[in-house]
């Protein structure tokens, strides 16, 4: 075998990170990873799914997608939101709903106005003090989780909403010299050939139980 002189071995293709924190980012992201990947550029999602997401679309299936739903989840405030308010009281609603007889019929009737009535509650009053925090809660929880990012190898960390603004902010001034943008920009890889074109039918990126990688 010929060994490969350093010098002249062709340079590894550019990989690019995208963080995307709010569910509103996916279809503008997809867009852009789209373009990227079908000319062979290496893609990684960091993606904060854990609130907010339930009926988001997936992320284009050949891109490296890495959740930190687990982590967001797992946060005091919303843990504890989550159990007092949403599982609690629903898990103990629906086993008396499970009972025989007008026990049963009213544990429905309960069901169904607990049900109305977290979505108020997460619409008016959770996410009105939780959004006010969240970029900053998840920038804590990227900052702790970079290895898996292999940031060594990445070319740029494109910034896909203001959720996400704090952690770029944050990894900016850690590593300056790895270009942090919000820009969306193809230009640099227009000259690229396609070679991995998405199929003419489109991929199925509605919601599914398929999860993402957990940091």
Known sequence: MTPVDATTAPPAPDRVVVVAFRKAAVARVNGYLD?????????????GDGQGWKQADRFDPRAE???LARRENRRPFVWTYTLLVERGPG??????ARLPGPAGGAGRRLVRAHAKAVRLI?????????????????????LRRLEPLRLDDATRVVIADTAAVPFGWSLARRRPGLEVTRAMDVSAYEPLPVT????????????????????
């Open 122 to 142: 997460r619409k008016w009053f959770f996410w009105r003090g939780y959004k006010a925090v969240r970029g900053h809660s998840l920038r804590r929880l990227a």
């Open 196 to 215: 991995d074109p998405a199929p003419e039918q489109g991929f199925d990126l509605s919601p599914d139980p398929r999860a993402y990688t957990q940091l």
């Open 65 to 67: 997608v890495l959740s």
């Open 91 to 96: 898990g103990v609603l629906r086993r008396a």
């Open 35 to 47: 373009y990227l990947l079908s000319r062979g550029v290496r893609v990684t999602v960091l993606v």
